[in-house]
């Protein structure tokens, strides 16, 4: 099966500008997540969809990102506008989604590479 | 609070050699725990999880409540098990969302 496609894999912007990120998840899986990854530290979870719907998105700063996943299927994550301390790899990964064997593993895709100046 | 706990950055050791990288963790409710690894220009993927009981690729890990450890170990390491090696736990708590530790590089010299 395919595995979870992001773009793009590198991108440097200066302090205030915006930037997108796009997540294709498996197919067939109902649940989606973005995580944050700075140099040196595990993955943190920024928000969470259950099919088109948002799951828990309490670790998203909102007040500069923000995700939709409006058919359901793949998703975007946007900064804007984006701070130093926002460079970091930025993870989609998708599940199954509950109720299902082995609905609950993540499978991760590649990372966008965000380097801001 | 939830929390993950990889106290090493950085283990080195030489092909052959046992391999223990150590996870603990905090947790209100009864943990799910699973082992992550990320190896040279590769995506993260899972290794192994408590539940499944299982060993991957010579690597097995066992959940001990009473130390509330989930320490991965291998009897004889190999070169190509050198990566980063990420501890996570599940929080119910949070929609099943995973929290994860800092990692671990293992390095494995020839």
């Known amino acids: 099966e395919a595995g979870v496609a992001q773009s793009p894999r590198y991108k440097i912007i200066e302090k205030r500008q915006s930037v997108a990120f796009w997540c294709n998840p498996i197919?067939?899986?109902?649940?989606l997540y973005w995580y944050q990854q700075i140099l040196g530290q595990g993955p943190k979870l920024l928000i969470q969809?259950?099919?088109?719907?948002?799951?828990?998105d309490s670790q998203l700063p909102k007040d500069r990102f923000s995700a939709e996943r409006l058919k359901g299927v793949d998703s975007t994550l946007k900064i804007q506008p984006a701070k130093l301390e926002d460079s970091a790899v930025y993870l989609c990964a998708s599940s199954l989604g509950s109720g299902q064997a082995g609905a609950n593993v993540l499978t991760f895709g590649a990372g966008s590479r965000l380097t801001v100046l | 609070a939830q929390r993950v706990t990889q106290p090493e950055k950085l283990l080195s050791v030489f092909k052959g050699a046992p391999v223990e990288l150590k996870c603990n963790y905090s947790?209100?409710?009864?943990?799910?725990l699973f082992w992550y690894v990320q190896y040279s220009r590769q995506r993260l993927q899972l290794l192994l999880r408590?539940?499944s009981r299982e060993s991957i690729k010579g690597f097995t890990a066992d959940l001990n409540k009473g130390e509330t450890s989930f320490h991965l170990k291998k009897p004889f390491a190999q070169e190509e098990d050198s990566a980063m090696y990420y501890c996570?736990?599940?929080?119910?708590?949070?929609?099943?969302?995973?929290?994860f530790g800092k990692g671990t590089k293992l390095s494995v010299k020839p």
């Open positions: 969809f259950q099919n088109n719907g948002v799951v828990d």
């Open positions: 408590h539940i």
């Open positions: 947790y209100s409710g009864s943990p799910e």
């Open positions: 996570a736990l599940r929080d119910w708590g949070s929609q099943g969302n995973l929290i």
């Open positions: 197919s067939g899986h109902a649940t």
